[in-house]
């Protein structure tokens, strides 16, 4: 993808898709500038963020990258977080990017009808756009599925998803996000952007705990 190369933005349920120009583009994070003029109804769907394709063309082939779309109230520029693209069979569902941030998990498969588990602190070793991967806590064992809430940073609104359970290792959870809400995908997806640039900039060391998970 090329500066000033002309790009289609297709909005999960839109019919017309949003003609840009590529700005920037920044590890997953790519910012377009629209032609024209949008719409008040997309528009407002951008505020508040939502699932889409980036469609262009690349060496003749026809791409279709799948992420998050966003913009301003009044900006003409359009930010879109790649989540995931076209992928060979062998590749993960989503990159994993080394995070460390606090977790509460609540265990959300209970046998026993309205017994609600309690809450319990854990961190994240890696997030993805797709899932994550916890340190182990005792009281989690056992469980499949979970309510997570994820604390980034000075921030008092935590990120929320269900997950399921799957793999177990000695010292992790391997959780599968089965649901988030929009706002969310977007949040998640900025900060796994700027993680993945803070990563390029300043080599970390390997997780320990990711070590002796694998």
């Known amino acids: 993808m090329e500066q000033a190369q002309l790009v289609a933005v297709e909005i999960d349920g839109e019919d017309c898709p949003i003609d840009c120009r590529v700005a920037t583009v920044l590890g997953s994070a790519v910012s377009l500038v629209c032609q ?13 963020g939502a699932r889409a394709f980036l469609v262009f063309t690349h060496r003749g082939a026809v791409i279709g990258l799948r992420g998050v779309v966003a913009a301003a109230s009044k900006s003409p520029v359009i930010d879109f977080v790649v989540l ?12 994993r990017i080394i995070c460390t941030t606090r977790a509460r998990v609540s265990p959300t498969d209970s046998d026993s ?8 602190d854990t961190f994240t070793v890696n997030l993805s756009p797709t899932g ?11 469980h ?11 921030d008092p609104v935590p990120l929320r998803a269900d997950a399921v359970l799957v793999r177990l290792t000695r010292n992790a959870l391997v959780l599968e996000f089965e649901h988030m809400n929009e706002a969310d995908h977007v949040r998640l997806a900025e900060i796994l952007a700027e993680r993945r640039v803070s990563s390029q900039d300043t080599p970390r060391p390997a997780s320990r705990v990711a070590d002796n998970a694998a």
């Open 36 to 48: 024209g003029e949008l719409e008040p109804r997309m528009r407002a769907r951008l505020i508040g």
């Open 84 to 95: 995931d693209g076209i992928q060979a069979p062998e590749r993960r569902r989503g990159a």
């Open 113 to 120: 009808a309205g017994t609600e588990e309690p809450a319990v």
């Open 132 to 142: 994550a991967m916890l340190r182990r806590r005792p009281q989690l064992d056992g």
């Open 144 to 154: 499949q599925r979970f309510s997570i809430e994820f604390f980034f940073g000075a």
